[in-house]
């Protein structure tokens, strides 16, 4: 799939010397990024390891899907990625292996998710994040549920469902799908729950109840193609899932935002939770009626905000409605599965309120106007604090960060996207960027460039403000990834407030291309940089 605006140009190796670069601290190293690894059945123990399916990767092309039929692999949504049965995933990999295609290869892991009546649109939950009377657009809106089979004849989202061709789930089967939906856009009918967006049109992925990476991959991937404006996951995976990175980038890429429950796991020692941690995925923890973070409620430092997850109203399908006394289609439920809604329903409701702005620039008008709820400033327990609808809607719009997602090599050098990125600069007259990097969220940009042969030249970051320190590095074009350290050929770290630069030749006949990266280093926490870059040839000797 292309990102919106499309890719062209292929990634072509590099030679180059380094003339200029900083002694650099051992700390100061680019964070981790998203890596792709190989691991087959037997490689690890425990729950991993005995998934009944595995997820493998590879370059696509003909000779790849042809492998693919022979092994019975199934495809997905993300190009040349499949699901196949444990038992041949390690001849499939091998075979893939054997013709030089093999990327990735992993255990298709299976989800955790942990699961109210309330007609007053401005009550608990609904009423904590939005302001009485403040009224919201016509329900134009789209919100993306990737969630067991959302019940349509319930009369609070009766009208108002679509289900996607295709999915698993074909019926009712569970009631998690129907929360989620009710919580982000039950209608205000005088029945039951009104949702954040009342009436907001609901794409529902649908799947089993037992979700699978795979399944959440395809989920994001076909939500993305519908272009919604946000996507619930309620869902999380206790160990990542290199495919449904890949899905994320995708969906950021063509406009659409992930928003994921951060999980339910804080007296378990609050692991981390994906999708909830990935890049450009808006997780959200939960908060109680007094506005004290929840007792279960994951605190890591993937959090980006808060909103209710206690008690929180939610429809039932009423075949389902046998826990609570009455059947009556509606319930009360707890855990950031309700959270994470209650904020897709407020990012649909921004971004229609508010259609100049991109789905990064809803994320920022989230985290930058939530109610602080604890410690100045963020915090693990609940980021930036509690979705505050109205301060969304009226603040200054923030600027859009260019060129994401570029969080690593892969979405840059046609790997994940279709093409490889155009270079941002080819050796002629100077390029200035400002962009912005996250230590939460965005902690790395990755810059194609292409360099002319017999070429001398500059890369300068310059923070936007003293407490700023972005850090500054270049790597040759053969690299593959960020680990690949030994592509490294230029790197500067000078410290908070200070400009950086580097100095790189390319001695060759030929162009080549390399890629400039800024990155926030590892003891720089929860802050996020604005930066310039400035490209820019000097005289070649």
Same mark, same amino acid.
């Given at each position: 799939?292309?990102?919106?605006? *499309?890719?062209? /140009?292929? !990634?072509?190796? %590099?030679?180059?010397?380094?003339? @200029?670069? #900083?002694?650099?601290? =051992?700390?100061? &190293? ?11 059945? *037997?490689?690890? /123990?425990? !729950?991993?390891? %005995?998934?009944?399916?595995?997820? @493998?990767? #590879?370059?696509?092309? =003909?000779?790849? &899907? ?159 193609r519908e272009r919604v404006a946000v996507i619930v996951t309620s869902y999380g995976f206790t160990r990542p899932c290199y495919a449904e990175y890949q899905a994320i980038a995708v969906a950021y890429g063509v406009g659409s935002l992930v928003v994921a429950a951060a999980g339910n796991e804080f007296q ?27 007792f279960f409620s994951s605190a890591n430092a993937s959090i980006d905000v808060a909103a209710p997850g206690e008690s929180v109203p939610l429809a039932i399908p009423l075949a389902l409605d046998v826990q609570d006394g009455a059947q009556d289609g509606v319930t009360v439920g707890t855990g950031t599965s ?110 194609r460039v292409r360099i002319p042969a017999r070429t001398r030249w500059q890369a300068v970051l310059r923070p936007r403000s003293r407490r700023g320190d972005p850090d500054l590095e270049v790597y040759r074009g053969a690299a593959k990834s960020l680990s690949q350290a030994r592509h490294s050929v230029a ?51």
């Amino acid at each position: 799939m292309t990102r919106t605006g *499309g890719r062209r /140009t292929a !990634a072509l190796a %590099a030679a180059v010397v380094a003339a @200029v670069f #900083a002694a650099v601290p =051992a700390d100061a &190293a680019i964070p981790a990024a998203p890596e792709p690894t190989v691991t087959l059945p *037997g490689d690890v /123990t425990g !729950a991993a390891n %005995a998934s009944r399916t595995w997820i @493998v990767g #590879a370059r696509p092309g =003909a000779g790849t &899907a042809a492998i693919a039929r022979r092994h019975g692999a199934t495809a997905l949504g993300v190009d040349g990625a499949y699901v196949i049965a444990r038992d041949r995933a390690r001849t499939f990999a091998q075979a893939l292996r054997r013709t030089g295609v093999l990327t990735h290869a992993e255990p298709d892991v299976a989800a955790t998710r942990t699961s109210a009546w309330d007609s007053d649109p401005f009550g608990w939950a609904r009423g904590a994040v939005v302001a009485p009377g403040l009224a919201p657009p016509p329900p134009t809106g789209r919100i993306g549920v990737v969630d067991t089979f959302v019940d349509a004849s319930h009369p609070d989202l009766a009208g108002q469902v679509v289900h996607l061709p295709g999915s698993p789930g074909t019926v009712v089967v569970h009631p998690h799908g129907t929360m989620v939906a009710s919580a982000a856009a039950g209608a205000f009918n005088g029945f039951g729950v009104t949702g954040v967006y009342p009436g907001a049109q609901i794409v529902n992925y649908a799947v089993t109840p037992d979700l699978r990476c795979s399944d959440s991959v395809n989920g994001i991937v076909a939500l993305a193609r519908e272009r919604v404006a946000v996507i619930v996951t309620s869902y999380g995976f206790t160990r990542p899932c290199y495919a449904e990175y890949q899905a994320i980038a995708v969906a950021y890429g063509v406009g659409s935002l992930v928003v994921a429950a951060a999980g339910n796991e804080f007296q378990q020692g609050n692991p981390v939770s994906w999708p909830a941690a990935w890049p450009h995925v808006v997780s959200v923890a939960s908060t109680g009626p007094g506005g004290a973070s929840s007792f279960f409620s994951s605190a890591n430092a993937s959090i980006d905000v808060a909103a209710p997850g206690e008690s929180v109203p939610l429809a039932i399908p009423l075949a389902l409605d046998v826990q609570d006394g009455a059947q009556d289609g509606v319930t009360v439920g707890t855990g950031t599965s309700f959270s994470a809604p209650i904020v897709a329903g407020a990012v649909a409701w921004l971004r229609t309120a508010r259609p100049e702005i991109t789905n990064g620039q809803a994320a920022d008008l989230l985290r930058r106007t939530a109610i602080d709820l604890g410690p100045e400033g963020w915090d693990r327990n609940n980021g930036y604090g509690l979705v505050n609808m109205q301060g969304a809607l009226t603040a200054a719009v923030p600027p859009i960060d260019p060129l994401e997602p570029n969080d690593s090599i892969a979405e840059v050098d046609g790997t994940i996207f279709e093409g490889a990125d155009p270079p941002i600069w080819s050796g002629r007259g100077r390029r200035v960027l400002r962009a912005e990097v996250d230590s939460v969220e965005d902690p790395i940009d990755v810059y194609r460039v292409r360099i002319p042969a017999r070429t001398r030249w500059q890369a300068v970051l310059r923070p936007r403000s003293r407490r700023g320190d972005p850090d500054l590095e270049v790597y040759r074009g053969a690299a593959k990834s960020l680990s690949q350290a030994r592509h490294s050929v230029a790197r500067s770290v000078r410290g908070r407030g200070r400009t950086d630069a580097v100095t790189v030749v390319n001695r060759r006949r030929s162009a080549r291309t390399m890629y400039v990266i800024v990155y926030v280093p590892r003891d720089e926490r929860y802050h996020a940089t604005g930066y310039s870059l400035r490209l820019l040839r000097r005289a070649y000797r």
